[in-house]
């Protein structure tokens, strides 16, 4: 009991720091997403939108609302964590972990609710920011939509943290948001549904995994999707447990952490 | 509980780079002893640190912490043990009192005690003024003293401090012993890494001297200090010489012309030497240690292994 009490404090500990941390810089953490999502929100809605007419049925500006949602979670959830673990490193306060009696189940978790809960807060600024653009949007399926904004939040999260132990310059924290995930999210159905695709491009689009959490997100909120969504919550969790264990494994061998 | 603070047997790491640090070390610290280990640059005593603290995976071996076998237990070891890393290791960007609360956090405190630990820590260590500053704004020996109020935050039963007073000026370096020594003299098991010996001969009772991964002594201070057979001293004198006197029991050479640097085996006596060169007109105005003792056995011990 008293262990599980102490474990439970530190692991409170971590969070508070690293919540503590992207607020105390809030200026770079919080106020980017939701610039830059209002401008793509006059631009891509407000000005072109009402050109290029509905998607799947709906307004494109309300088509395009769930998926820069998402957008703005993986990419911050994975940010978050991918900075924070790699400056603990590089600063090597990791040691002030280390040492402690905290196990690496507590460090890991700490780290990825870090991130999680800036993934979610920029989910709900962006989603507050989307209500100026348009106001009648209504969530038609809030627990499925809830679930995997907290999902989604926590597999981009375990993904920064696999990418931070790896990572021996700040060059290794910025190639995989920028060569691979920016890329993945843009092609993944933020901006279009796959059936405008040719065969041969959508066939292809169904290789990427980020088509499946905009999709199942998209679900969610507007109750359309181009995925299977059992299909697609069912990958989700299962890349959650991979990366979870991966991360205990590799946190258990010191790799990137111990000499 | 058992009477040592740390046991360590046959402990040994390579790195992946086929870097040998410790070919099979066994220690053995005794609860409330303030012990020096000390050898030369990669020697292997950062490699043995780094292996109790867990910041360095160990190969083979086996580490206890007041009887706790750290492979069972390490989570109650460390909740035993206070580190003192070489380097600097908190972020720069906090504030000195979120350091240290924060570090209490990692070790189970609940915020409100931690608060109240924090408090009586750092003005312990003179730190309350300075506890709203970021720490990146102190100066390095208030950033040393910084790193002993995080290692000190959970009242550990043993600290180690690896090379705590590397870069601080002497005014600090001696607070800062006297610091070490009081808490010592409360109960704290201290080990000690440091490359100013003098600093190892005034505090530590015992020693070991790590050299290429092995220990090539592990003994208490007096004993290694009692096997130095010769010490050199430096003599300032009130008159002005050429050539240094010959005296056949005392070697001697002239540093400058008014300054002499004698050899004294143990068994001499000083007031020999000074009848000696009293008898030769010469009078001594001050005389000091050429070096420091230890040193001198330290690079005997080095230089042999």
Known sequence: ?259 | MSQFALEITDLKKTYDSNVVALKGINLSVKEGDFFALLGPNGAGKSSTIGIIASLVTKTAGNVKIFGIDTDENFPEAKRLLGVVSQEINFNNFEKVIDIVTTQAGFYGISLKDSKLKTETTLKRLGLWEKRNDQARTLSGGFKRRLMIAKALIHEPKLLILDEPTAGVDIELRREMWEFLKEINAQGTTIILTTHYLEEAEQLCKNIAIIDYGELVENTSMKDLLSRLDVQGFVLDIDKTLDQPPSIPQFPMSLEDSTTLNVAIKKDQSINHLFEQLSALGINVLSMRNKSNRLEEMFIEMVNKS
């Not at chain 1, 994975?78 to 400056?87: D, E, R």
């Open chain 1, 1 to 259: 009991m008293k262990r599980g009490n102490e474990i439970l404090v530190s692991l409170i500990t971590l969070i508070r720091k690293e919540i503590k941390r992207y607020l105390r810089i809030w200026v770079q953490t919080l106020v980017p997403p939701a610039v830059t999502m209002s401008l793509y929100f006059i631009i891509f809605g407000s000005l072109i939108g009402p050109r290029i007419g509905t998607m799947d049925g709906l307004d494109y500006i309300q088509f395009m609302i769930p998926g820069l949602i998402m957008m703005s979670v993986i990419t911050n959830s994975y940010a978050n964590v991918v900075s924070s673990f790699y400056s603990v490193k590089f600063q090597k306060s990791i040691e002030e972990l280390l040492v402690s009696p905290m196990p690496n189940w507590a460090i890991l978790v700490g780290f990825i609710m870090g991130g999680v809960s800036r993934g979610v807060l920029i989910g709900c600024i962006v989603f507050g920011v989307s209500l100026f653009f348009y106001p009648s949007f209504t969530i038609v399926n809030p627990l499925l939509t809830i679930s995997v904004l907290f999902l989604t939040a926590i597999l981009f999260s375990l993904m920064g943290f696999i990418n931070a132990i790896f990572a021996d310059s700040f060059d290794d924290i910025s190639i995989i948001p920028t060569f691979v995930l920016t890329p993945l999210i843009y092609l993944g159905g933020v901006f279009y549904s796959i059936n405008i695709l040719p065969d041969v491009w959508r066939n292809i689009s169904m290789a990427n995994p980020m088509l499946y959490v905009v999709n199942t997100f998209r679900e969610g909120m507007l109750g359309v999707s181009d995925v299977s969504i059992p299909f697609a919550l069912g990958m989700i969790i299962f890349f959650i447990i991979i990366l979870t264990s991966a991360c205990l494994l590799l946190l258990h061998r010191g790799v990137g952490t111990r000499q």
